[in-house]
């Protein structure tokens, strides 16, 4: 079973908690022998996800959706994005070098033309920018891909 991830960044700590459960509880019910993880792993439940699988046993793929995407993120964050990349079994790449709403999405779209479910942590609202959450979520559904959508209930962003 190949599964992808998309989600909001900068949740606040009750919700990032709330999250980290669903995300967890999830990966565990797909079982680790099957299960590939599929992510760009961005700062958040990209992350989260990344390590759920990886600690559960699974293989995990990578999506970079640009050459300057790493400078993009937190600096904070990049001890835990550059060993997730070194724990990846395979590496895909969008070729673009921006790191913009545009290379986002393009990123978003490969994965999701990888997997075989996407997980989205999605407060069901619209993107608040190109590329968001919401969009991903649209363009799997466009593709025919499963999406389970994981938000705790009355959390918001």
């Known amino acids: 079973m190949r599964v992808g991830i998309t989600g909001h960044r900068g949740l606040g700590a009750e919700v990032e908690e709330k999250v980290r459960g669903l995300l967890e ?34 293989r995990l793929e990578v999506v970079i959706p640009a050459e300057e995407y790493r400078e993009g993120l937190p600096q ?14 395979e590496v895909h790449r969008t070729g673009m070098s921006a790191s913009d709403s545009a290379a986002h999405m393009a990123g978003s779209e490969v994965l999701v033309g990888l997997v075989d479910e996407l997980l989205a942590v999605w407060d069901g609202k619209p993107a608040r920018g190109y590329g968001g959450t919401a969009d991903v979520v649209a363009y799997a559904g466009r593709a025919g891909v499963p999406v389970q959508v994981l938000w705790p209930e009355g959390a918001s962003r």
Do not use: N, Q
């Open 76 to 89: 904070e964050y990049w001890p835990t994005y550059d060993r997730l990349l070194s724990r990846a079994a």
């Open 25 to 58: 509880a999830a990966v565990k019910r797909y079982g680790s022998a099957e299960l590939v993880g599929v992510s760009c792993i961005a700062d958040g439940p990209d992350a989260w996800f990344a390590e759920y699988v990886l600690a559960c046993g699974g």
